[in-house]
Nanobody
């Protein structure tokens, strides 16, 4: 089964940028739809963005639309989340997850494999 490892999190000032990476091992990321989710302290985990296995379909949460971009490099077996114009409310642990199904979905229950998460902290 595929293992996912997130990286690229850190501390950034409001208005800054970060790029998160989700590296896959034990399988090819091209086989999966991959989503990014986040969980802020005291809140439930929520959907952020998803990209289909082909890369042709992407969806974003309204809260990040226009600021975040999800992409994939199947040759590097990695999915990225470029985060621009960061806000303090973007502070959370960010997780990537892989879904064996063909449909890009924000529904967490559909995802079969999850990474351990990477912390993103945005200071005001």
């Amino acid at each position: 089964q595929v293992q996912l490892v997130e990286s690229g999190g850190g501390l950034v000032q409001a208005g800054g940028s970060l790029r998160l990476s989700c590296a896959a091992s034990g399988g090819f990321v091209s086989w999966y739809t991959v989503g990014w989710f986040r969980q802020a302290p005291g809140k439930e985990r929520e959907f952020v963005a998803v990209i289909s296995w082909s890369g042709r379909t992407t969806y974003y949460a309204d809260s990040v639309k226009g600021r975040f971009t999800i992409s994939r490099d199947n040759a590097k077996n990695t999915v990225y989340l470029q985060m621009n114009s960061l806000k303090p409310e973007d502070t959370a642990v960010y997780y990537c997850a892989a879904d064996q199904g063909p449909v890009a979905t924000p529904r967490q229950i559909r995802y079969d494999y999850w990474g351990q998460g990477t912390q993103v902290t945005v200071s005001s």
